[in-house]
């Protein structure tokens, strides 16, 4: 077995979740079907996806879809900035017992699992006066095997969602203290803050990063 080197992970790993979060919130904001992004679209995967939306647990990425539904067509999810990592080198659930051109695969990166982090806000309509808020995303990417055979289907995802945690954020201009509620948040402009907090004000776990261009 021949895993990929620390460059190859690196660089694999960037340019699947530039890939990745392009696609999914251009699908999330002309609400397009979600599905394709899931692992519950193959049928390799035994176990559904963990998807937590605000702290509520979904069942089915239909569920998530129904909630970006009843926001209306006016909501749009605009990115800020992303990170990613490897989690797992070698990812194995679900894989096949022969992978087509499988020790390629493995020391391209092909076969890795990766972690990636959303800074993000939403916009509840259109105008400057449209409440906005900021959200962080965490996503864990694993393997599509059906698209690695020797034919893939066309437009097949290389990477799909094993797992999906949203958290809308309130900013606080005294940190922990002063918490804004979901309704001062949506109807304010926040210029300076000095912390950041979930929605049940609990700290977020932010690192700040440059703009990423043209995601």
């Given at each position: 077995?021949?895993?990929?080197?620390?460059?190859?992970?690196?660089?694999?790993?960037?340019?699947?979740?530039e890939?990745f979060?392009?696609?999914?919130?251009?699908a999330v904001?002309?609400q397009?079907?979600l599905?394709?992004f899931?692992?519950n679209?193959?049928?390799?995967?035994p176990?559904?996806a963990d998807?937590?939306?605000?702290g509520?647990?979904?069942?089915?990425p239909?569920?998530?879809?129904k909630?970006?539904?009843a926001?209306g067509?006016?909501a749009?999810?605009e990115l800020?900035?992303f990170?990613?990592?490897?989690v797992?080198?070698s990812?194995?659930?679900g894989?096949?017992e022969?992978?087509?051109d499988g020790?390629?695969?493995?020391?391209n990166g092909s076969?890795?699992?990766?972690?990636?982090n959303?800074?993000g806000?939403?916009q509840?309509?259109?105008?400057?006066?449209a409440?906005?808020?900021?959200?962080?995303e965490?996503?864990?990417?694993v393997?599509n095997w059906?698209?690695m055979v020797?034919?893939?289907?066309?437009?097949v995802?290389?990477?799909?969602?094993m797992?999906?945690?949203?958290?809308?954020l309130?900013f606080?201009?005294t940190?922990?203290?002063?918490v804004m509620?979901?309704t001062?948040?949506?109807?304010?402009?926040?210029i300076?803050?000095?912390?950041?907090?979930n929605e049940?004000?609990?700290?977020a776990?932010v690192s700040?990063?440059?703009?990423?261009k043209?995601a």
């Open positions: 077995m021949t895993l990929p080197d620390e460059d190859t992970q690196v660089r694999v790993a960037s340019e699947a979740a890939v979060v392009t696609h999914f919130y251009q904001n002309k397009s079907a599905l394709p899931y692992i679209s193959s049928s390799r995967y176990i559904p998807i937590s939306i605000n509520a647990v979904l069942s089915a239909d569920d998530y879809t909630l970006l539904e926001q067509q006016g749009v999810y800020e900035s990170d990613a990592h490897v797992n080198p990812f194995g659930m894989a096949p022969n992978v087509y020790t390629k695969v493995e020391k076969r890795m699992s990766i972690l990636v959303v800074m806000k939403v509840y309509g259109k105008g400057r006066e409440p906005q808020k900021m959200f962080h965490t996503f864990v990417l393997p059906e698209a020797k034919n893939p289907p066309k437009g995802k290389k990477w799909l969602i797992s999906q945690n949203f958290r809308a309130i606080s201009t940190g922990t203290a002063g509620s979901k001062q948040a949506a109807g304010q402009k926040v300076k803050t000095k912390g950041v907090l049940d004000s609990t700290k776990n700040r990063k440059p703009k990423v043209g």
